[in-house]
């Protein structure tokens, strides 16, 4: 996986319109599997502080302008927030890794649209036909 593509793929695209996929194509049980699976594919001593990262990290999602910002500058902001986190803490993250410290992120805020409707017409998002 090289994170140069990504944000390349990603180009175009707005935050919302990925977390409308993912609340669309996984439902809340699975949502919630998915996360804490991915956090197997770090170092135990090190999933504390990824934890710790991302729960922080949705905060800056949360700001009124993200919904109309452009996903790859999204993505490149957040790759280069996650690369600075792991060398303050002497940790070497691989392109995989640091792309599963971001989904981490994605995941809790399809988490959270999940379960808040008013968080969901906030962002413009449907989860099913009619919401």
């Avoid at 999602?61 to 452009?70: E, F, Q």
């Avoid at 790859?72 to 792991?86: E, V, W, Y």
């Avoid at 803490?89 to 599963?100: T, Y």
Wanted: charged fraction near 20%; glycine fraction near 6%; proline fraction near 3%.
């Amino acid at each position: 996986m090289n994170l140069q593509e990504l944000v390349h793929q990603y180009r175009g695209a707005k935050l919302p319109k990925l977390v409308e996929k993912q609340i669309k194509s996984l439902n809340e049980d699975t949502l919630l599997q998915a996360i804490q699976a991915t956090y197997h594919h770090f170092p135990i001593e090190f999933r504390k502080q990824v934890d710790a990262f991302t729960h922080a990290y949705v905060k800056n999602w949360l700001a009124p302008h993200i919904v109309t910002m452009d996903l790859g500058d999204i993505f490149s902001d957040t790759i280069h927030d996650i690369k600075g986190m792991a060398t303050q803490a002497g940790v070497s993250l691989n392109d995989e890794q640091i792309f599963d410290v971001f989904n981490l992120i994605v995941m809790k805020v399809s988490y959270f649209a999940h379960i808040d409707p008013e968080f969901r017409k906030g962002w413009g998002i449907k989860k099913g036909w009619f919401s």
